[in-house]
Structures are given as structure tokens and as C-alpha cells.
């Protein structure tokens, strides 16, 4: 099998990826470059990963055939319930791999940053478990507008810094929390939550991620008869959940892959965070990668009515994807997304993360055939934006 | 001719004091100015900061110069325009520090080009990684005549030190400690063991000591362990707080540093 939407060994996909660090952050990172693969693939390593995937997380999750929103749009939609995780995303499955890559590393200490929250709400639930420090950095305007994960966290005994520079989302969170890296180098590990960052972090994240498509192969075959759908859909903000439930399908060109951005009020509207619509090859947060930046480099202020996708970059495994036309790249606006997620609530009962809408908002914008199957990942729920909803719909 | 930043070292093997500002800030014109005013105040050399939105190495002092540089309106472009003359002003050693991005959206050679004809001797990419910098970038950079500056911290191994240095040219940037920029204002014993056994490895290149530097006391402490130091935060306080006389500010204070003033 070829593996060419793989990392190659200097940590590119492509054109895109590498370790662009300060060589503050050089050793932690090499230590890191160095050990990753040995520490995952060991088999003790991978049986207490497994296990509490299982136990404590709640794996596998469902693969649901929505038959209500399969007769509206008129094909086969199955919903992959990572909304069902232990937390209410699938971020968890990264924090648990990281936190127990952390203690092989010898670490004490935890940093992390989170956009919508569930990043940080599952790292302060793996550091609890655990019984590390945990501190999550969080743009200040996304601690208002995802303020019951702020308590989440706060419960789970993390601190919560404001990143206060910038946009005040998670572009700034993450620069506060290499700040923090570099001054901290030798106790930390620092968890970061998409397939973002300098390499290895992308490929770490994309494996502990990849339980997703694992699971949707073997759950395909028992209600299908087959391995592999026709079309995988999730919504891209760094493109941890897409990461997931694309790793598995990446080699079988028969599954369309379609990653949905968040265009925010619109691609034209200077307020939108679709990054492969309006970016440039560029480096930020460690990788090159593909950026919303100015003319002059400066990176653009992303704009999304989802904290979780309010970020001006995508990993360099989505670059590439999108550059080598491997991936479908879907802009999603606030509006189409919200829409789309009341839509799922009222015709099954599930009310979606708004990072989560963005996906389901694919079936508005583009047709399928009755008899293709596809599969949208859900990757979180809705309850931390209840006000959101609110607030648009006017409930 | 031989490069500014080799010659300088070649006849100052000690006290050597280099100063870092934003440029565009305070005022988004001011670049030729503090240049000016830098020169006359008996610094010997200068890095000029290429402001960046995204500045993950910095600390709060000169991460808000940038933002306020960008505010200002300040580019690339802009900087390049600003110093097309200043070779008849300014003869110290100019280089140029900043974040990657820019420099690739302006295009590598492009911007190694613009470098030289306006007479800048180096560069200090904090996040250009070492083996991209080899396989990528040294032929354009000694085709223009610049210098890569390359960092080292109290975590660097003796190994990777001594392949920095091997891969080095002009000077190797240490800074002090694991931190950002303006972290802390005094020197620790842990550091001045640090400096002792990067001294003790016999490099080729002479040592700057960065971040941390303030101030006579701890300037004079980095000198006796390196060829000199670097002064950012410190500096950069110094041009906000004297934002209407910068030029008088700048010779009073690098003054206090060396020891010639108050």
C-alpha cells in the first residue's frame, strides 16, 4: 500500500509541515521526534491507551444510521457518535494517548490550549485522572463565549490563563502556551489538541485520533457489508476530528474525503475563518502550512461563530490534501452551520456541537446519490453551545 | 569587502553591546532616527525587529512594540524603503530579526536581495530551523553576502552546540535562559554555569549573550563571560518611555550600560 498522504521522516506532508521552533523549543520537540513511535507502538503502551478508550472514554462509539436525516437529504447518512465520548468530543482520545505519552516522558506538568473548550476540558480530565498539574490557556473571548467549559475545567482542577493579545481566540492561546513551553522546559509537556504544531505533533495527534476511522471500517462492514463508504464529512478548524476519521480512508481513492471550513459571516466578508479558500503557504505554530495572512505575512484574524474553528491555519496533512486535490474543501458560513444543526436536532434527537453543524452542513451545499453511503464524523455536542443557539435561533 | 559583522568581531574581542528595537515603533517613522541615534551613543551593533503578529519567542515588552509597529502601519516593504539610505548615515553592523513568515510571503531571495542593497550584514530567524536553513536557504544567503545568526540555550546539548557552531558564521546568539524574551533582570548562578561550559567547549565563533540583559550590572556580568550582550526589553522600555526624545534617551542609556554616563 502506498503511503503517500503519510509524514515522511523530516516531517513533512508534502511541501507542508517540518519543526519550525525556536531553539528553545528544540529539545523538548526532539525528545519528542525521538520517542513518539517507540513509546505508541509499544504493547503496553497501546493495551492501557486501549483500555481506557474503552473503560473510561467509552469506546467504541456508535455508528448510527440516521435514517430521518438519510430520507431528507435522500442518501445514506451514518453519524460516527463522537459526540458520545466521555467529555462530549473526540478530543479526549488525543489527551488520554498525549497524558500517557507525558509519563513515559517523565513530565509533571501539563499545558494546553483550547478554542471552544473541549480540548481543554479533555486535557483537565486526563491531568485529574492522572493526578498532573494542568494549566490551559484560552483567548479571552472564548472564555465568555464557552463559559461552561471554563467551569468544566475549573472543577476538573485545571487553571484557566486568558490569552488577552491579538484576536483573543485560540491563534493567541497557542502562542501563550509556547510562551509558557519555552519557559518551562524541562517539567512540561505541552498537549496540543489538533494535528497542528511542530512535527511529530501532527502525526501523534493523527494517530491517537485515527481510532475514528479504525472503528468506522469495522462498523461499516458489520452494517454494510463493506469497509469503506463513499464519502467521509467533518468539519476542519486545526483538523483533529478530520484527521481521525480520514487517517484509515487516506490510501482508498474511492472515499471522497470532504472537510468543511467555517466561512464565518462569509468568505468575502473579511469575517471568516476558511483557511483553504483564503490562504497562503505560509509557517505559523511550528509547521509550514496553509495560512490566512496578510500580504505582508502577518497572520489574518480568523473570524467563526465556533471557538473550536476560529483558527487561521489548518494542519499540514489537510494542506496537502488540499493541494494534491486528495480532499473536497466545503466553506460553511454561521448561518448555513447553525441551520443545519437545529436541523439535526429536530429531525434526530441530537443536538450538535456548532463546530459539529459545520459538517452537517455539507448536505445543503452539495448533492448525494440515494444509494452512496455516507459518513459525517460528529465530532462533539452541543451542550456547551446552548447560548449560541439560543442567541441565533431565538429560542 | 569583508562582512560588517566579521570585521567588528575580529577587532573587538570584548564589551561588545548590541541593542534590539521594533522598527515602526515608536512612531512608525523612527527606524532612521534610533539607527542614527544608536550609532552616535557607541553601541556597536544593531538588530533591527521585523515586527511580527504572531511572535511566539517574545515576551509582553517587545511582543507589544510589534503590535503597536503593526498598528502603525509597518511592513516589510516599508522597512526596506526606510533603510534604502541608511548605509551614508549608520556604518555599524545591521541586522535584521524577525519570524519566518514574513520573510517567505515576501519570498526568500527576494528579501535576501532587498538585505543587500541595503546594506544589512545579518540575519536572526528565531524559528528557521537549522537543517531547513542548510538544505534551503545558505546558498541565497551567502550569494547576498548575510550571515545566519544561529541561537543556543542553557538546554542546547554540548553536541548540538558544537554542530551549531560548526554551521555558524559572524556570532552564536546565547540566550541566557529558558524563557522569552525579558523574562528576568538579573543572572543566575545556574546561567553563569551555563555560560562557563559553553565557554569551556572551544568554539570557532565568538558568544553574544542574550535576554535578561538590562542594565550595566548585568551587562558587565554577560561581558565577563562572552564577547558581549544584547539588550532588547530593556531598550525597547526605553524608546516607549522617551517617545519625543529618542535620540537624547538612547545616548543616555546605552551610556549607563558601558559605563561612560552617570
Known amino acids: 500500500m502506498s503511503k503517500k498522504f503519510d509524514v515522511n521522516d523530516k516531517g513533512y506532508y508534502g511541501k507542508f509541515g517540518g519543526a519550525y521552533i525556536p531553539e528553545m523549543l528544540y529539545p523538548n520537540v526532539e525528545e519528542l521526534r525521538k520517542r513518539y513511535l517507540e513509546i505508541i507502538e509499544e504493547p503496553e503502551f497501546q493495551k492501557e491507551f486501549r483500555d481506557l478508550l474503552r473503560d473510561y472514554v467509552g469506546r467504541p462509539t456508535p455508528l448510527y444510521f440516521a435514517k430521518r436525516l438519510s430520507e431528507e437529504y435522500n442518501t445514506k447518512i451514518y453519524l460516527k457518535r463522537e459526540d458520545l465520548n466521555h467529555t462530549g468530543a473526540h478530543k479526549v482520545n488525543n489527551t488520554i494517548g498525549q497524558i500517557l505519552v507525558a509519563k513515559r516522558l517523565g513530565k509533571s506538568k501539563i499545558i494546553a490550549e483550547t478554542g471552544a473548550g473541549q480540548h481543554g476540558v479533555a486535557t483537565a480530565t486526563v491531568c485529574a485522572l492522572m493526578g498532573m498539574e494542568c494549566i490551559v490557556y484560552m483567548g479571552e473571548i472564548d472564555m465568555k463565549r464557552q463559559k461552561p467549559n471554563v467551569e468544566r475545567m475549573k472543577i476538573l482542577g485545571a487553571k484557566v490563563v486568558p490569552a488577552t493579545c491579538g484576536s483573543k481566540t485560540l491563534k493567541d492561546a497557542t502562542n501563550e502556551a509556547m510562551r509558557h513551553w519555552i519557559n518551562n522546559p524541562t517539567d512540561t509537556h505541552y498537549i496540543i489538541g489538533s494535528v497542528v504544531g511542530p512535527h511529530p505533533y501532527p502525526d501523534m495527534v493523527a494517530r491517537f485520533q485515527s481510532v475514528i476511522s479504525e472503528e468506522i471500517r469495522k462498523q461499516l462492514k458489520e452494517k454494510e457489508g463493506k469497509e469503506t463508504p463513499d464519502h467521509v464529512i467533518a468539519c476542519v478548524g486545526g483538523g483533529s476530528n478530520a484527521a481521525g476519521a480520514f487517517y484509515h480512508f487516506l490510501e482508498d481513492k474511492n472515499v471522497n474525503l470532504i472537510a468543511a471550513e467555517a466561512a464565518g459571516k462569509g468568505v468575502e466578508t473579511g469575517e471568516s475563518a476558511a483557511t483553504t479558500a483564503l490562504g497562503h503557504e505560509g509557517v505559523l505554530h511550528g509547521s509550514k502550512t496553509i495560512l490566512m495572512q496578510s500580504n505582508d505575512g502577518q497572520i489574518t484574524e480568523p473570524y467563526s461563530i465556533s471557538a473550536g474553528l476560529d483558527y487561521p491555519g489548518i494542519g499540514p496533512m489537510h494542506a496537502h490534501l488540499f493541494d494534491s486535490g486528495r480532499g473536497e474543501f466545503i466553506s460553511v458560513t454561521d448561518d448555513e452551520a447553525m441551520s443545519a444543526g437545529v436541523k439535526l436536532a429536530k429531525l434526530e434527537g441530537i443536538i450538535p456541537a456548532v463546530e459539529s453543524s459545520h459538517a452537517l452542513a455539507v448536505f445543503d451545499k452539495r448533492k448525494f446519490k440515494e444509494d452512496e453511503i455516507v459518513v459525517l464524523n460528529l465530532s462533539g455536542r452541543g451542550d456547551k453551545d446552548l447560548e449560541t443557539y439560543i442567541r441565533w435561533g431565538g429560542y | ?262
Open chain 2, 1 to 262: 569587502m569583508e562582512n560588517r559583522i566579521n570585521e567588528l568581531f575580529k577587532n573587538k574581542k570584548e564589551g561588545i553591546l548590541s541593542v534590539y528595537f521594533s522598527a515602526g515603533y515608536p512612531s512608525l517613522n523612527d527606524t532612521e532616527g534610533i539607527l542614527e541615534a544608536i550609532q552616535k551613543s557607541g553601541a556597536d551593533f544593531v538588530e533591527v525587529g521585523m515586527p511580527f503578529s504572531d511572535p511566539v519567542a517574545d515576551g509582553p515588552t517587545i511582543q507589544h512594540s510589534s503590535e503597536v509597529a503593526l498598528e502603525n502601519g509597518m511592513s516589510t516593504a516599508l522597512l526596506f524603503n526606510q533603510l534604502k539610505d541608511i548605509r551614508q548615515k549608520v556604518d555599524m553592523p545591521l541586522l535584521l530579526m524577525g519570524y519566518i513568515n514574513p520573510v517567505i510571503k515576501y519570498g526568500i531571495e527576494e528579501f535576501c536581495k532587498k538585505c543587500q542593497e541595503v546594506g544589512i550584514d545579518g540575519l536572526i530567524l528565531p524559528d528557521m530551523p537549522m537543517q531547513v536553513y542548510l538544505e534551503d536557504y545558505k546558498e541565497i544567503f551567502e550569494k547576498y553576502g548575510l550571515l545566519n545568526i544561529f541561537l543556543i540555550t542553557p538546554q542546547t546539548s554540548d553536541e548540538r552546540i558544537k554542530y551549531i557552531d560548526e554551521h555558524s558564521e559572524g556570532f552564536i546568539y546565547m540566550v541566557s535562559s529558558a524563557s522569552v524574551t525579558g523574562a528576568k533582570s538579573n543572572v543566575s548562578d545556574q546561567q553563569l554555569a551555563y555560560f562557563e561550559r559553553v565557554n569551556d567547549l572551544g568554539l570557532k565563533n565568538p558568544r553574544i549573550i542574550g535576554f535578561g540583559i538590562s542594565n550595566k550590572e548585568t551587562f558587565d556580568k554577560a561581558c565577563s563571560h562572552a564577547s558581549g550582550a544584547i539588550i532588547g526589553s530593556a531598550f525597547v522600555n526605553v524608546l516607549r518611555e522617551n517617545p519625543s526624545r529618542l535620540e537624547e534617551a538612547i545616548i543616555d542609556f546605552v551610556g549607563s550600560v558601558k559605563g561612560t554616563k552617570n
